[in-house]
């Protein structure tokens, strides 16, 4: 059984279709990476997943489960699903330790001094410990989204959503949150990342899937998809990203 199974989704807003019948199934370990156009879908595809929209049609599983189904309490669900966003949203008036701190002992009411060490694990596997006790306007964009990331870690996600994450980016400072990202992948957690970063494309991803019009055009695996696409429409895509 996948860990999320999507079938048929479809979103519109008003009149516009932004998502036409996808179908895509993930498995848990696996980093899938979303390619394609602004305005195709992508980051509503990963607002959806997270039910942050609520999808117009078709169906989510998770572990089997429709959370889709009416009734169906999100909550939970979110719980074990992390998202980190372009811009990082951190908390200005809280510490980096407090802003990591904040969603366990709100959400999970687990005892302060349990989430405090957790926090400081995580804020060590970002290499942002000995910022633990400093305010976000502080810290450079790219410490300030390593934050977000050990954030979102703090919760025990089953599932990571990963939208753009670096394009809010000063170039020089997207490394430090890619070289993140490749340690999450290698420890195995499930990811969903749309990004404009070919190379970590190539480099993480187990799948890569070009979206375009709201469609799912192609879905390979990397070597696949940037050795010999078969849609021309990801042909023009690829040429044009990677030769700019």
Avoid: W
């Amino acid at each position: 059984m996948a860990l999320l199974e999507i079938k048929n989704l479809r979103k519109n807003f008003g009149e516009l279709q932004v998502l036409k019948d996808i179908n895509i199934s993930i498995e848990k370990g696996e980093v899938l990476v979303l390619i394609g156009p602004s305005g195709s879908g992508k980051s509503t595809f990963l607002r959806c997943l997270n039910l942050l929209e609520q999808p117009s049609g078709g169906n989510i599983y998770y572990n089997g489960t429709n959370i889709l189904e009416h009734g169906f309490n999100p909550v939970p669900y979110r719980r074990h699903v992390g998202m980190c966003f372009q811009r990082f949203n951190l908390f200005p008036f809280m510490t980096v330790l407090e802003n990591v701190m904040f969603a366990p002992r709100l959400v999970l009411k687990k005892h302060k001094d349990e989430i405090r060490q957790t926090a400081l694990t995580l804020l060590d596997k970002v290499g942002l410990k000995n910022k633990a006790d400093v305010y976000p306007a502080t810290l450079s964009g790219g410490q300030q989204q390593r934050v977000a990331i050990a954030r979102s870690l703090a919760m025990n996600p089953e599932v990571m959503l990963f939208d753009e994450p670096t394009s809010a980016l000063d170039p020089e400072l997207v490394g430090e949150v890619l070289a993140v990202m490749k340690d999450l992948a290698k420890s195995g957690m499930t990811m969903v990342t749309v990004t404009h970063e070919m190379g970590f494309a190539k480099e993480v991803s187990d799948r890569v899937i070009f979206m375009d019009a709201g469609y799912v055009v192609e879905d390979e695996s990397p070597k696949e998809m940037f050795t010999n696409p078969k849609n021309e429409r990801t042909k023009a895509f690829l040429s044009r990203i990677l030769n700019k």
